[in-house]
């Protein structure tokens, strides 16, 4: 059954029920004619007729018999003649007249014998109840008669008993269907009721094992709430305890027996909470809902027997039983779990301040060494282009040498930092890769010649001459290696290769190698010698010195410019290094950009410098003053201000970390001061290089940053920008007219169309501009103002008029909600705007139209 | 259906033809007349003649009855077999009714009870004539219930009776 349950349900309903409900008056009906008939049996007339037709013989032939023998008139005895006549007649009586032989008389023989024999007897009782002489002398006659009408007599008998056989059987057959219908309907209604007596059976089997398996699952939630950690709780809907399990017990403090009954909100809800927890209980029992029910779960403060408090999650949920609603919560003590988090976060927060500090301190430090390194190295170079004797020189070199590999380590170390605090933007700048790989060799000639190493450099097949890429950082990749070459090669050979790789390596297009014929590095080595802080053995790095952060920075910028490295060695017979570079090949660039900026300007400039640092001051101005350059000094951000409001300088170098009035701020209060103190080239100058800090220096309104020590070509450098005006003034974006960044139409119009489309733009702004001044709210109305302005505001934006466009798009909002006050103080504004605007782009008009 | 006709032939033919020479006579000659001889029930030589009249003088019942012999419904009048028995006061347990042509039937003296048959003699307020089954005849009330509507009733209505023998 529990396979087919439902055909079961339907067989039931539709079949067995029903086939049992219309037996049963089938059967009632069937019994009462088995009744009938067997009433009828009981009270059966019909047999006695055998008896009745045969004794009609017997009685015929008796009064035959009495005939024969009373022949002779002397012997005759006429009282037992006439007695067996009397019998016959009253036998014969019972055959016409009596109920019983009523159906046998419409047979037509039968009936025509009886008349034959009626008729005689009839004819007969003259003679009977006549004289006695008539009937003596009749008596011969008589019996002639009477046995002529045998025939007749027999033929009643056989006619009646056929007749009576036919009805005998045909209520036998009728009483064997009856019977046999009663039977089939007996039959069917057993076996319908044996059906349903084994579905009852089968479904109580099922009903008791469906009973079995509720005990279980009943007995399995017993187990699940007694063992589980989770507080469960039940309550009625008045707020009254109907059930705990064990945890809830032992997170509360109450037994089930002290909280039974008790109000839930007395239990555990803290006294301050219970006005609350007892007006959202009575809520939600009257609206039937609930921000809690089935919402999943929510942090809470509970309560415990002793007054304890405790912070719990609560999940709550209705149920519907027999006794009515009820409402499960599911509390959880969440207090190990909360501190675990506190302690989380607490070491979290300690591990960021951590980081932090481990960044302040590197920029700090850089700064605190850089700074008085750039004063040592400064004046060194000064004292070597003093007089000086042999010895003299010769301690200066020393001391410049080893002041360099300070610097060096210093900035392996900020090299590091700058990476970990963020990428270093790639400059792309084209070179000649030849001219820039000589360059190398001759400068580190001089190192390798005193390990009595000789260095080379030649290209594997056909060569590149123009190339672009980020050529400060190939050129810091190059020295570090073939500095480490130098370093491991004692009298040996160093070759640098460089050779195009076809096909391409990926994007990668220049393989470059570093060949020494050094110590060599073991395979072990090989593997962790890109990893930072690592070195060979100790006592080789002892040898040559390191901080071990060369090769993991070199990794680093090569990943940078988007190539890879790797090492092949031999220990004891040398190692090459390789690089794959994409160095895309680029025509040559005209003779006077690239490198020749780095010359001195050949023109004068007038430069304000902040310095606190005397040291410093003093080796930047003596660099400058050598160029050529007009230099002021002033110590501070204060009298910088002060200096730069009064003066106009072509650019001024600002340090950042001054005291009072820093570079930063110093820098903003020249940004805010009035035309034309306001637009001057603004470098900062600091040993501070960490990108997120000049990227603060840049939002501060600085134009570009010159790190320190100072080194005389990216001064240089510095200086050629604000010469060839290349250096776009980094003032306050509201004091920027047109935004060339955004300025679209560069991008989208060739130098004709550009020209067109301004001459246009300039033509509806005088005319939008002529329409303002004379009072526009009444002459055009707000709906036309506001048109006009939205027309002339897409071109403004076109052109990267962008303090223009946003003013005109204020104003156009302003007409659209006729808002008057609004409109007029827009317009005052754009009347402003529109000159220094049109002053902008009038320059690129007529530069244009050269 | 026990059919004891071992018996004298002398009696019943006397009987017979006393009651045949009486049948032209006058009705109260007719009814003085013996027609039923009661034998056994206190001593074996025991019996007694009666005439209809003298079983009118014991009691009359009339049972309205039709019967399978018969068209339609009758009046019987007779002597209840029972207050007949107790009249007589014989003992026994079963009564042998026997007929003119000696056909005989044993009847359980439990029979013989009030509301039990009559030893009818007359029909419809006649004497029943010999020819007409007479002139006393046993009958049941039929109708009254189906427990009287059974074979072995029917065997124990004997008509034509002339003889009843109690035996012990």
């Known amino acids: 059954m529990p396979r087919y349950p439902r055909l079961f349900l339907v067989l039931k309903n539709w079949v067995l029920l029903p086939l049992v409900v219309l037996c049963l008056p089938l059967l009632v009906l069937i019994g009462h004619e088995v009744y009938r008939d067997l009433k009828q049996l009981r009270s059966s007339d019909s047999d006695t007729v055998q008896w009745t037709l045969s004794q009609v013989e017997v009685e015929y032939l008796d009064f035959l018999l009495t005939l024969e023998q009373n022949n002779h008139p002397e012997t005759s005895d006429l009282a037992a003649v006439r007695k067996d006549f009397d019998i016959l007649y009253s036998r014969l009586g019972i055959l016409a007249n009596g109920k019983l032989f009523e159906p046998t008389r419409k047979i037509e023989g039968f009936l025509r014998s009886i008349i034959s024999l009626q008729t005689f007897l009839d004819q007969t009782i003259v003679l009977m109840d006549g004289p006695d002489d008539a009937l003596r002398s009749a008596i011969p006659d008589l019996f002639n008669q009477s046995a002529a009408l045998r025939p007749e007599v027999r033929s009643l008998f056989i006619l009646g008993l056929s007749h009576f056989a036919r009805a005998s059987d045909m209520q036998r057959s009728r009483i064997f269907s009856t019977l046999t219908q009663l039977a089939i309907v007996s039959v069917t209604i057993l076996v319908a009721l044996g059906a349903l007596f084994t579905y009852s059976l089968l479904a109580n089997a099922q009903i008791r094992a469906r009973g079995r398996a509720l005990t279980r699952a009943n007995a399995h939630m017993q187990t699940i709430l007694s063992t589980t950690q989770e507080a469960v709780i039940v309550a009625d809907t008045k707020g009254h305890v109907v059930d705990l399990n064990a945890a809830a017990e032992t997170t509360f403090g109450y037994t089930l027996a002290d909280a039974k009954g008790q109000s839930i909100g007395d239990l555990i809800v803290p006294p301050e909470q219970q006005d609350a927890h007892r007006a959202g209980f009575e809520r939600m029992v009257r609206t039937g809902k609930s921000q809690l029910i089935g919402t999943g779960r929510v942090r809470l403060e509970a309560c415990r027997a002793n007054g304890e408090r405790f912070p719990v999650d609560l999940a709550m949920q209705s149920a519907r039983t027999e006794d009515g609603d009820v409402i499960i919560g599911f509390l959880r003590d969440i207090s190990q779990q909360l501190n675990a988090e506190t302690e989380l976060r607490r070491a979290r927060d300690q591990a960021l301040a951590g980081e932090k500090a481990k960044a302040n301190f590197l920029a700090v430090m850089s700064h605190e060494i850089r700074t008085p390194l750039n004063g040592l190295l400064g004046n060194l170079t000064l004292i070597s282009k003093s007089t000086l004797d042999a010895g003299q020189t010769t301690y200066v070199q020393n001391m410049e040498i080893s002041g360099r590999q300070l610097m060096h380590h210093v900035n392996s170390i900020l090299d590091i930092a700058k990476f970990e605090s963020g990428k270093p933007a790639v400059v792309q700048s084209t070179f000649h890769l030849g001219h820039f790989l000589q360059d190398i060799v001759d400068g580190q000639s001089g190192h390798a010649g005193r390990n009595q190493t000789t260095i080379e450099w030649e290209w594997l097949g056909p060569g590149l001459e123009w190339v672009s890429t980020d050529q400060t950082i190939l050129e810091q990749i190059l020295l570090n290696l073939v500095g480490n070459a130098i370093k491991f090669t004692h009298v040996g050979h160093i070759s640098i290769e460089a050779e195009q790789i076809t096909p391409t390596d990926d994007t990668c297009n220049v393989e470059l190698r570093i060949i020494d014929s050094g110590i060599g590095i073991s395979d072990e080595d090989q593997l962790r010698i890109f990893e930072d802080f690592e070195t060979c053995d100790s006592t080789y790095t002892r040898d040559s010195g390191g901080t071990g952060l060369g090769l993991g920075i070199v990794r680093r910028m090569v990943q940078l410019l988007g190539g890879s490295i790797g090492v092949e060695s031999t220990p004891g017979d040398g190692s090459v290094f390789w690089l794959h570079l994409p160095l895309l090949p680029v025509a040559e660039p005209l003779p006077d950009s690239g490198e020749e900026k780095a010359r001195a300007a050949d023109q004068s400039l007038s430069i304000l410098v902040a310095e606190d640092v005397e040291t410093n001051a003093f080796v930047a101005r003596k660099l400058l003053e050598r160029d050529g350059h007009k230099v002021t000094l002033v110590p501070d951000g204060l009298a910088a201000v002060a200096k730069a409001s009064t003066e106009t300088f072509d650019v001024i170098l600002m340090d950042i970390s001054m005291p009072g009035m820093d570079g930063l701020q110093a820098t903003r209060k020249i940004r805010a001061a009035s035309q034309p103190f306001c637009d001057i080239p603004i470098f900062a100058f600091s040993a501070n290089v960490l990108p997120e800090e000049t990227t603060h220096f840049r939002a501060s309104g600085m134009d570009g940053f010159i790190g320190k020590p100072l080194q005389l070509p990216e001064l240089r450098r510095a200086l050629q920008t604000v010469l060839d005006g290349s250096c776009m003034i980094n003032s306050d974006p509201r004091n920027r007219p047109v935004d060339e960044e955004a300025e679209l139409a560069k991008d989208l119009l060739n130098q004709r169309e550009y020209n067109i489309f301004l001459g246009r733009f300039l033509t509806e702004g005088d005319a939008l501009l002529a329409d303002l001044e004379s009072d526009p709210l009444t002459t055009l109305g707000f709906e036309t103002l506001a048109a006009k302005c939205h027309q002339v505001r897409s071109t403004a934006s076109l052109f990267g008029a962008a303090d223009f466009a946003a003013s005109l798009g204020n104003l156009e909002v302003a007409a659209k909600r006729s808002d008057t006050s609004a409109s007029l103080a827009e317009i005052a504004d754009l009347s402003d705007l529109w000159a220094k605007t049109r002053a902008t782009l009038d320059l690129k008009s007529v530069s244009a139209g050269q | ?168």
Do not use: C
Request: proline share 7%; hydrophobic share 45%.
């Open chain 2, 1 to 168: 259906m026990t059919i004891n006709g071992i018996y004298s032939i002398a009696r019943p033919l006397f009987l017979a033809a006393i009651v045949a020479t009486r049948v032209t006579a006058g009705t109260a000659e007719t009814e003085a007349m013996p027609v039923l001889e009661v034998t056994g029930g206190q001593g074996p030589d025991q019996s007694f003649l009666l005439s209809v009249q003298d079983l009118q003088d014991i009691a009359v019942e009339n049972i309205v009855t039709s019967t399978i012999w018969t068209q339609g419904v009758h009046e019987f009048s007779g002597v209840p077999l029972y207050t007949l028995l107790q009249h007589l006061d014989v003992k026994g347990t079963t009564i042998q009714a026997i007929a003119l042509n000696d056909y005989a039937v044993a009847i359980p003296r439990s029979d013989a009870r009030v509301g039990g048959p009559i030893v009818a003699f007359a029909i419809d307020g006649q004497p029943i004539p010999r020819r007409e089954k007479g002139p006393l005849w046993i009958i049941y009330p039929f109708d009254q219930s189906p427990e009287f509507r059974t074979e072995t009733i029917y065997s124990r209505s004997i008509w034509q009776l002339n003889r009843l023998n109690i035996v012990q």
